[in-house]
C-alpha cells in the first residue's frame, strides 16, 4: 500500500514538471501501460489470445459520454452504467467462448472488434458516427474542474490502481489458477480447478477494467471517435506485451513504454520509413528476446 | 434466379480467394503449428509481382505468374529461415514465432509502401475483362479462371499429401515431431518447405484478387482476416476444410449484403456475426478430421 | 560559471533564431492511411513555403515549417498539435485523416492557436465544434452533391442510386451526398456500401441494377474500392451515368483504372486551364521535376492563405491573426476561375459554394471543366 501511494505521487507529481506536450503524451502513455497490464494479465497470465480489447476500451469510452451528455445521468450512475456495460458485453462474449479454445476466441474477438466500428460508424446521432462525439467536457467535481496535470493525477491513480489490483489478484488463488489454466487445462481441471469459470472471470475483469480505463480516455482530449478503437491497435498492444515479456507486469510496462514512445523517436529520424523501422525493431526483439525485454532486466539483477 | 446464379459464380471466385489464404495458412500450420498471420502480406507480395511483371513490363501470363510465385516461395523459404527457424532452434514457446510473423506483416507491408506509391496499381486479368455465359450461369473470366485454378490448387495439395511419400512425411511431422525425427525425415527441410509452399498459395491469391482489387500496400490485412475466417469455418483438420469455409464465407458475405433486408452499412457486419454464432455452436470446425 | 554563460549564450542564441522565422506546423500522414492523400498535400505545402521564401519571406520573416507525422492515430495527433504549439507554432495545417484533425480542434481551442485543413472535406470539422481557431477550405461534401446536382438539373433525375465505401470520409461524404439529394427531391432508392477489403462489389452492383436508378451516385473516397465498384459496373452491363465524388479528380484513376471511367463525371476543386494552375504547375515542375497534381494544390493554397493571413494581421499574434483570416479574401489555385476563399460572416468553412467544377472523363482522361458552382 505504501509503494502504491509512493508510485502515485512519483508517477502524479512528474505531471507537474512537464510542459503541455510531454504532459499529453504521458497521459496516453500511462493509459497504455493500464491496457497493457490488464491485456498481460489475460493474455500473458491467463493464456487467452484475445483482440477484443480496444473495442471494451471503446465501449467505456463512448458508454460515459452517451450516459453523461445524451442521457444526463448522473456522474457515479453513468461510471456505473458504463461498468456494467462492459461486465455485460464481456460476459456475452466470454461465456460462449469457453467453449472455444486458443485461436477460435482470437477469431471470435477479432470480429467482435470489427462489428464494434461498424455499430459505431452507422451509430448515426447516438455514436456520432465517423466523427465521432465531441464538444463534451468533464463535469466539474465540487466546483473543481480537472485538468492539465491535475488530470494526469486521475490517470496515474487508474494506472496504479490497475497495477495493484493485478498483482495482488496475480499472487492469489486466482492468479495461481489463471496460470495454471493457461500452462496446462487439463492438469488444471484435475486440481479442482474450474477451468471455464476462471476463463470467464479473467476475459470480464480485464475487460471491465480497459472500460474504465476508456472511461478516463474519453476526457483526455475531450472526444471520441472510431479510429482509436480499430484493430490496428488492438495487435498494437499484443506487441507492446509480448516485446516487453507476457505473463510479467513488468513485462506490460516496459513494452508499452517502449512501443508507444518508438514512434515519436523515429519520425524525426527516419521519417518516411518509422513504421518499416518499427517493424524491424519489433521481429529483432521478439528473435533475441523472444521472453521479453523484461529478461535483459533478470539477467541484469541476477548478475 | 438469373441475379442468384451471377451472384454465386462471383461468391465462388471469392470464395476460392479466401480458401487460398485459408490453404497457405494450413500449409504452415499443419507441419508447425504456427498460425502465420504473414500469409496476408505474402498475397499481396504475389499481387505485387502481378504489377510489375505483367502490368509494367507486360510479360507473358504464365511466365509472369511463374515468375511472380517463384519470388513469393523464396520470401516464404527465407523468412522461415531467417524468422522462424531461430526460434524453433533457441526452443522458444510456440507463441515466439506466431508473433514474429505478425511482426513480419508490419515489415512486409511497409518495405512494398517503401518501394511503391501508395496508390493502388492494376493487376491484368489473366484473359482479359470480359464475360462468359453458360446459360443461367455467369460470371467475368477471370471467376471462372479463379475457381480452376483453385480446384487444380487444391485437388493437387490433396494429392500431395495423399498418394506421396513426402507429402506423408509432412503429415508424420504434423502428427508427431519426435516420432518424424526418429524416422529420419528432415525437419527443418520440412518446415523450410511449408513455409515456402504457403507463400506459393498465398501469391497466387493474391495474383489472382488483383485484378479486382488491384495490388496495394494496404491489401493483406483484409485478406489475412478473410482466409482465417474460412480456415476456422472449415476446420483444420483436412485439407477441403479451407475451401469449404472460403465458399461458405463469401457466399454468406454476399447473400447478406445483396438480400437480405438491412441497410448496407450494418449487412458488412452481418458476416461476422454469423461467424461468432457458427463458432459458439461448432467450434471445431465444419471437417473434423479423421482419426 | 562558465558553463552558465555558455547556457545562456544557448538559450539566447535560439530565442533570436525564433525571432527570425514565422514557425508554422504542419500535422501530416506519412505511414498511415491517409498517406496517399497527406503526402502531396505536404509537398504542396512545401513548395508554397520555398515559393515564399524566396519572395522574402512574410513580415520580412522566413517561414519555417514544423512538419509533423501523426501516423493518422488521431490521439497522436492532439499531441503532436500541443508539440507544435509549444515549439512556437502560431499556425497548424492539418492534412491527416478527418477525425485526427477533428482531434487536434480540441488542443487548439484550448491554446487558442489557429488551425486550418486545406484538404479535409468532412461537414461536421465546423459544426461539431464551436471552435473560433478553426477553419476548413477543403470541398465540403455538401458543396460537392450541390455542384453535381447542378450540373446534372437539366437530365430530370427522379430515382438515384448511392454507393459509397466504409472509411469514415467515404461516410462522410455520403452522409452529405444523401442530405443533398434529399433536399432536392430526389428519391434514394438504394443505398449501398462496399467494405474496403472487399474481393468483389458484385452483390451491391446488383442490387442498384436491380432497383433501375437514372444515376449513380459514387461517394466513396478509397481510389482501389472505387475501382472495384466500375469494374463490376461493366462486368455487369449497367448504364446508367456515375456521378461522383472528388475523390475521381486523383490522376492515378488514369492509370488504375483504364478501360474503366470513359464517360464518368466527376465533382473537382481544380481547373487546369485556369491560369494560376497553369503557373502553378509550371512552377512546381521547374523547382521539383515531377508535375503536381491537384492535391498539391489544396496544400499549396493552405500556406499561402495561412500567409496571406499574417500579412494582413500584420503580426504573429494568434488572435490578430485569427481576426485577420476570419476576413480575408483570397484567391489560390483551386477552385473555379475567379473563385476566392473567404469566411464571411462568422463561417469557417472557406471554400466557396460555387468554387467547385464538373468534369467528364474521356477515354482515360480527365476532361475539361463542363459546368462550373451549383446554381
Same mark, same amino acid.
Given at each position: 500500500?505504501?509503494?502504491?501511494?509512493?508510485?502515485?505521487?512519483?508517477?502524479?507529481?512528474?505531471?507537474?514538471?512537464?510542459?503541455?506536450?510531454?504532459?499529453?503524451?504521458?497521459?496516453? %502513455? *500511462?493509459? $497504455?501501460?493500464?491496457?497493457?497490464?490488464?491485456?498481460?494479465? *489475460?493474455?500473458?497470465?491467463?493464456?487467452?489470445?484475445?483482440?477484443?480489447?480496444?473495442?471494451?476500451?471503446?465501449?467505456?469510452?463512448?458508454?460515459?459520454?452517451?450516459?453523461?451528455?445524451?442521457?444526463?445521468? #448522473?456522474?457515479?450512475?453513468?461510471?456505473?452504467?458504463?461498468?456494467?456495460?462492459?461486465?455485460?458485453?464481456?460476459?456475452?462474449?466470454?461465456?460462449?467462448?469457453?467453449?472455444?479454445?486458443?485461436?477460435?476466441?482470437?477469431?471470435?474477438?477479432?470480429? /467482435?472488434?470489427?462489428?464494434?466500428?461498424?455499430? *459505431?460508424?452507422?451509430?448515426?446521432?447516438?455514436?456520432?458516427?465517423?466523427?465521432?462525439?465531441?464538444?463534451?467536457?468533464?463535469?466539474?467535481?465540487?466546483?473543481?474542474? %480537472?485538468?492539465?496535470? $491535475?488530470?494526469?493525477?486521475?490517470?496515474?491513480?487508474?494506472?496504479?490502481?490497475?497495477?495493484?489490483? /493485478?498483482?495482488?489478484?496475480?499472487?492469489?488463488?486466482?492468479?495461481?489458477?489463471?496460470?495454471?489454466?493457461?500452462?496446462?487445462?487439463?492438469?488444471?481441471?484435475?486440481?479442482?480447478?474450474?477451468?471455464?469459470?476462471?476463463?470467464?472471470?479473467?476475459?470480464?475483469?480485464?475487460?471491465?477494467?480497459?472500460?474504465?480505463?476508456?472511461?478516463?480516455?474519453?476526457?483526455?482530449?475531450?472526444?471520441?471517435?472510431?479510429?482509436?478503437?480499430?484493430?490496428?491497435?488492438?495487435?498494437?498492444?499484443?506487441?507492446?506485451?509480448?516485446?516487453?515479456?507476457?505473463?510479467?507486469?513488468?513485462?506490460?510496462?516496459?513494452?508499452?513504454?517502449?512501443?508507444?514512445?518508438?514512434?515519436?523517436?523515429?519520425? #524525426?529520424?527516419?521519417?518516411?520509413?518509422?513504421?518499416?523501422?518499427?517493424?524491424?525493431?519489433?521481429?529483432?526483439?521478439?528473435? *533475441?528476446?523472444?521472453?521479453?525485454?523484461?529478461?535483459?532486466?533478470?539477467?541484469?539483477?541476477?548478475? | 434466379?438469373?441475379?442468384?446464379?451471377?451472384?454465386?459464380?462471383?461468391?465462388?471466385? !471469392?470464395?476460392?480467394?479466401?480458401?487460398?489464404?485459408?490453404?497457405?495458412?494450413?500449409?504452415?500450420?499443419?507441419?508447425?503449428?504456427?498460425?502465420?498471420?504473414?500469409?496476408?502480406?505474402?498475397?499481396?507480395?504475389?499481387?505485387?509481382?502481378?504489377? &510489375?511483371?505483367?502490368?509494367?513490363?507486360?510479360?507473358?501470363?504464365?511466365?509472369?505468374?511463374?515468375?511472380?510465385?517463384?519470388?513469393?516461395?523464396?520470401?516464404?523459404?527465407?523468412?522461415?529461415?531467417?524468422? &522462424?527457424?531461430?526460434?524453433?532452434?533457441?526452443?522458444?514457446?510456440?507463441?515466439?514465432?506466431?508473433?514474429?510473423?505478425?511482426?513480419?506483416?508490419?515489415?512486409?507491408?511497409?518495405?512494398?509502401? =517503401?518501394?511503391?506509391?501508395?496508390?493502388?496499381?492494376?493487376?491484368?486479368?489473366?484473359?482479359?475483362?470480359?464475360?462468359?455465359?453458360?446459360?443461367?450461369?455467369?460470371?467475368?473470366?477471370?471467376?471462372?479462371?479463379?475457381?480452376?485454378?483453385?480446384?487444380?490448387?487444391?485437388?493437387?495439395?490433396?494429392?500431395?499429401?495423399?498418394?506421396?511419400?513426402?507429402?506423408?512425411?509432412?503429415?508424420?511431422?504434423?502428427?508427431?515431431?519426435?516420432?518424424?525425427?526418429?524416422?529420419?525425415?528432415?525437419? !527443418?527441410?520440412?518446415?523450410?518447405? !511449408?513455409?515456402?509452399?504457403? =507463400? &506459393?498459395?498465398?501469391?497466387?491469391?493474391?495474383?489472382?484478387?488483383?485484378?479486382?482489387?488491384? =495490388?496495394?500496400?494496404?491489401?493483406?490485412?483484409?485478406?489475412?482476416?478473410?482466409?482465417?475466417?474460412?480456415?476456422?469455418?472449415?476446420?483444420?483438420?483436412?485439407?477441403?476444410?479451407?475451401?469449404? +469455409?472460403?465458399?461458405?464465407?463469401?457466399?454468406?458475405?454476399?447473400?447478406? &449484403?445483396?438480400?437480405?433486408?438491412?441497410? !448496407? +452499412?450494418?449487412?458488412?457486419?452481418?458476416?461476422?456475426?454469423?461467424?461468432?454464432?457458427?463458432?459458439?455452436?461448432?467450434?471445431?470446425?465444419?471437417?473434423?478430421?479423421?482419426? | 560559471?562558465?558553463?552558465?554563460?555558455?547556457?545562456?549564450?544557448?538559450?539566447?542564441?535560439?530565442?533570436?533564431?525564433?525571432?527570425?522565422?514565422?514557425?508554422?506546423?504542419?500535422?501530416?500522414?506519412?505511414?498511415?492511411?491517409?498517406?496517399?492523400?497527406?503526402?502531396?498535400?505536404?509537398?504542396?505545402?512545401?513548395?508554397?513555403?520555398?515559393?515564399?521564401?524566396?519572395?522574402?519571406?512574410?513580415?520580412?520573416?522566413?517561414?519555417?515549417?514544423?512538419?509533423?507525422?501523426?501516423? @493518422?492515430?488521431?490521439?497522436?495527433?492532439?499531441?503532436?498539435?500541443?508539440?507544435?504549439?509549444?515549439?512556437?507554432?502560431?499556425?497548424?495545417?492539418?492534412?491527416?485523416?478527418?477525425?485526427?484533425?477533428?482531434?487536434?480542434?480540441?488542443?487548439?481551442?484550448?491554446?487558442?492557436?489557429?488551425?486550418?485543413?486545406?484538404?479535409? @472535406?468532412?461537414?461536421?470539422?465546423?459544426?461539431?465544434?464551436?471552435?473560433?481557431?478553426?477553419?476548413?477550405?477543403?470541398?465540403?461534401?455538401?458543396?460537392?452533391?450541390?455542384?453535381?446536382?447542378?450540373?446534372?438539373?437539366?437530365?430530370?433525375?427522379?430515382?438515384?442510386?448511392?454507393?459509397?465505401?466504409? @472509411?469514415?470520409?467515404?461516410?462522410?461524404?455520403?452522409?452529405?451526398?444523401?442530405?443533398?439529394?434529399?433536399?432536392?427531391?430526389?428519391?434514394?432508392?438504394?443505398?449501398?456500401?462496399?467494405?474496403?477489403?472487399?474481393?468483389?462489389?458484385?452483390?451491391?452492383?446488383?442490387?442498384?441494377?436491380?432497383?433501375?436508378?437514372?444515376?449513380?451516385?459514387?461517394?466513396?473516397?478509397?481510389?482501389?474500392?472505387?475501382?472495384?465498384?466500375?469494374?463490376?459496373?461493366?462486368?455487369?452491363?449497367?448504364?446508367?451515368?456515375?456521378?461522383?465524388?472528388?475523390?475521381?479528380?486523383?490522376?492515378?484513376?488514369?492509370?488504375?483504372?483504364?478501360?474503366?471511367?470513359?464517360?464518368?463525371?466527376?465533382?473537382?476543386?481544380?481547373?487546369?486551364?485556369?491560369?494560376?494552375?497553369?503557373?502553378?504547375?509550371?512552377?512546381?515542375?521547374?523547382?521539383?521535376?515531377?508535375?503536381?497534381?491537384?492535391?498539391?494544390?489544396?496544400?499549396?493554397?493552405?500556406?499561402?492563405?495561412?500567409?496571406?493571413?499574417?500579412?494582413?494581421?500584420?503580426?504573429?499574434?494568434?488572435?490578430?491573426?485569427?481576426?485577420?483570416?476570419?476576413?480575408?479574401?483570397?484567391?489560390?489555385?483551386?477552385?473555379?476561375?475567379?473563385?476566392?476563399?473567404?469566411?464571411?460572416?462568422?463561417?469557417?468553412?472557406?471554400?466557396?459554394?460555387?468554387?467547385?467544377?464538373?468534369?467528364?472523363?474521356?477515354?482515360?482522361?480527365?476532361?475539361?471543366?463542363?459546368?462550373?458552382?451549383?446554381?
Amino acid at each position: 500500500m505504501i509503494k502504491g501511494a509512493t508510485a502515485f505521487i512519483v508517477l502524479a507529481g512528474a505531471a507537474f514538471f512537464m510542459g503541455d506536450y510531454h504532459n499529453d503524451v504521458y497521459r496516453k %502513455l *500511462l493509459l $497504455w501501460i493500464t491496457l497493457a497490464l490488464g491485456y498481460n494479465f *489475460l493474455f500473458g497470465i491467463c493464456g487467452q489470445v484475445a483482440f477484443s480489447h480496444f473495442a471494451f476500451y471503446g465501449i467505456g469510452a463512448y458508454s460515459i459520454v452517451i450516459f453523461l451528455f445524451q442521457f444526463h445521468l #448522473p456522474f457515479p450512475v453513468a461510471v456505473l452504467c458504463g461498468i456494467a456495460l462492459c461486465v455485460f458485453f464481456a460476459l456475452a462474449v466470454a461465456i460462449p467462448s469457453t467453449r472455444l479454445e486458443g485461436f477460435y476466441l482470437a477469431l471470435a474477438t477479432l470480429a /467482435l472488434g470489427q462489428l464494434f466500428i461498424v455499430v *459505431l460508424n452507422e451509430g448515426g446521432a447516438v455514436t456520432g458516427g465517423t466523427g465521432g462525439i465531441a464538444n463534451y467536457r468533464l463535469p466539474e467535481i465540487f466546483g473543481f474542474q %480537472l485538468r492539465g496535470p $491535475w488530470y494526469t493525477a486521475v490517470i496515474a491513480l487508474l494506472v496504479v490502481a490497475t497495477y495493484l489490483v /493485478l498483482v495482488r489478484l496475480d499472487r492469489s488463488w486466482f492468479g495461481r489458477a489463471c496460470r495454471a489454466v493457461r500452462d496446462n487445462p487439463e492438469a488444471a481441471a484435475a486440481m479442482g480447478v474450474n477451468v471455464a469459470r476462471t476463463k470467464v472471470i479473467a476475459f470480464t475483469l480485464t475487460s471491465a477494467l480497459a472500460g474504465v480505463a476508456g472511461m478516463v480516455y474519453a476526457f483526455v482530449d475531450n472526444t471520441v471517435n472510431p479510429p482509436i478503437f480499430g484493430i490496428d491497435n488492438a495487435f498494437l498492444l499484443l506487441f507492446m506485451v509480448i516485446v516487453g515479456g507476457a505473463g510479467r507486469h513488468a513485462g506490460a510496462v516496459i513494452g508499452a513504454t517502449l512501443l508507444f514512445l518508438l514512434p515519436f523517436w523515429l519520425s #524525426p529520424l527516419v521519417g518516411h520509413h518509422q513504421a518499416l523501422v518499427f517493424g524491424v525493431l519489433v521481429v529483432l526483439a521478439i528473435l *533475441l528476446q523472444p521472453a521479453g525485454l523484461v529478461g535483459i532486466y533478470d539477467r541484469v539483477v541476477r548478475r | 434466379m438469373q441475379d442468384f446464379f451471377e451472384l454465386a459464380v462471383g461468391a465462388a471466385a !471469392s470464395g476460392c480467394i479466401y480458401g487460398l489464404i485459408g490453404l497457405a495458412y494450413l500449409l504452415v500450420l499443419r507441419p508447425t503449428g504456427i498460425i502465420n498471420f504473414a500469409v496476408g502480406e505474402w498475397a499481396m507480395l504475389g499481387a505485387f509481382g502481378g504489377y &510489375v511483371l505483367l502490368t509494367t513490363y507486360e510479360w507473358p501470363y504464365p511466365l509472369g505468374m511463374a515468375v511472380a510465385l517463384a519470388f513469393v516461395f523464396l520470401v516464404g523459404w527465407a523468412t522461415e529461415r531467417i524468422v &522462424v527457424r531461430p526460434l524453433v532452434e533457441k526452443g522458444a514457446p510456440l507463441l515466439a514465432p506466431i508473433l514474429a510473423l505478425l511482426g513480419m506483416v508490419v515489415v512486409y507491408r511497409e518495405t512494398i509502401s =517503401a518501394i511503391f506509391p501508395p496508390d493502388p496499381m492494376p493487376v491484368p486479368y489473366a484473359f482479359g475483362m470480359g464475360r462468359l455465359e453458360l446459360g443461367p450461369i455467369a460470371g467475368t473470366y477471370q471467376s471462372f479462371f479463379t475457381i480452376g485454378v483453385t480446384l487444380a490448387v487444391f485437388i493437387a495439395t490433396w494429392l500431395f499429401f495423399e498418394r506421396t511419400v513426402a507429402g506423408k512425411a509432412f503429415e508424420a511431422v504434423a502428427l508427431h515431431r519426435r516420432a518424424a525425427a526418429l524416422m529420419g525425415i528432415n525437419l !527443418s527441410r520440412v518446415m523450410a518447405l !511449408s513455409f515456402g509452399a504457403g =507463400a &506459393v498459395v498465398a501469391g497466387l491469391g493474391g495474383l489472382l484478387v488483383a485484378p479486382n482489387t488491384s =495490388a496495394h500496400y494496404l491489401m493483406g490485412v483484409p485478406l489475412a482476416i478473410q482466409g482465417f475466417t474460412a480456415l476456422v469455418i472449415g476446420g483444420v483438420g483436412r485439407v477441403a476444410g479451407p475451401l469449404l +469455409g472460403g465458399l461458405l464465407l463469401a457466399l454468406a458475405e454476399q447473400l447478406t &449484403v445483396r438480400y437480405a433486408p438491412i441497410p !448496407s +452499412g450494418y449487412a458488412q457486419g452481418m458476416p461476422l456475426a454469423l461467424l461468432m454464432v457458427f463458432l459458439l455452436l461448432r467450434p471445431t470446425g465444419l471437417l473434423r478430421a479423421r482419426s | 560559471m562558465k558553463l552558465v554563460a555558455m547556457l545562456a549564450a544557448a538559450l539566447f542564441a535560439t530565442a533570436a533564431q525564433a525571432q527570425d522565422t514565422i514557425k508554422i506546423g504542419v500535422i501530416t500522414d506519412r505511414v498511415g492511411v491517409s498517406k496517399p492523400y497527406a503526402e502531396p498535400a505536404t509537398e504542396g505545402i512545401i513548395f508554397g513555403a520555398n515559393e515564399l521564401n524566396k519572395k522574402g519571406g512574410v513580415l520580412g520573416r522566413k517561414i519555417e515549417l514544423l512538419i509533423e507525422d501523426d501516423q @493518422s492515430k488521431p490521439d497522436v495527433s492532439a499531441a503532436l498539435a500541443r508539440k507544435l504549439i509549444d515549439q512556437g507554432a502560431v499556425f497548424i495545417l492539418s492534412v491527416s485523416l478527418s477525425p485526427a484533425t477533428q482531434q487536434q480542434q480540441t488542443v487548439t481551442m484550448e491554446a487558442k492557436t489557429p488551425q486550418m485543413t486545406p484538404m479535409n @472535406s468532412a461537414d461536421y470539422l465546423t459544426t461539431q465544434l464551436d471552435n473560433p481557431y478553426f477553419w476548413q477550405t477543403g470541398p465540403l461534401g455538401s458543396v460537392q452533391i450541390a455542384t453535381l446536382l447542378a450540373h446534372a438539373k437539366t437530365r430530370n433525375l427522379k430515382r438515384v442510386a448511392l454507393i459509397t465505401d466504409n @472509411s469514415e470520409l467515404g461516410q462522410a461524404i455520403a452522409k452529405a451526398f444523401r442530405a443533398g439529394l434529399e433536399k432536392s427531391g430526389i428519391q434514394i432508392v438504394d443505398d449501398e456500401v462496399v467494405s474496403n477489403g472487399s474481393t468483389t462489389a458484385t452483390p451491391q452492383m446488383q442490387k442498384i441494377r436491380g432497383a433501375n436508378p437514372d444515376a449513380l451516385f459514387v461517394a466513396g473516397v478509397v481510389t482501389a474500392t472505387n475501382v472495384l465498384i466500375f469494374k463490376s459496373y461493366r462486368e455487369l452491363g449497367l448504364k446508367m451515368p456515375i456521378h461522383a465524388s472528388y475523390n475521381l479528380s486523383v490522376p492515378i484513376y488514369m492509370t488504375a483504372a483504364k478501360g474503366l471511367v470513359d464517360g464518368i463525371t466527376f465533382v473537382d476543386a481544380y481547373d487546369p486551364d485556369k491560369p494560376e494552375v497553369k503557373a502553378f504547375e509550371a512552377a512546381y515542375k521547374k523547382e521539383t521535376g515531377t508535375a503536381p497534381t491537384n492535391l498539391h494544390g489544396y496544400g499549396y493554397d493552405g500556406i499561402h492563405l495561412v500567409a496571406e493571413a499574417i500579412r494582413k494581421a500584420g503580426s504573429t499574434d494568434k488572435e490578430k491573426i485569427r481576426a485577420a483570416m476570419q476576413s480575408i479574401s483570397y484567391s489560390g489555385v483551386m477552385g473555379a476561375k475567379g473563385m476566392k476563399y473567404g469566411f464571411p460572416a462568422g463561417k469557417r468553412a472557406g471554400f466557396d459554394p460555387n468554387g467547385m467544377v464538373v468534369r467528364v472523363y474521356e477515354g482515360d482522361r480527365q476532361g475539361r471543366v463542363v459546368y462550373v458552382g451549383q446554381k
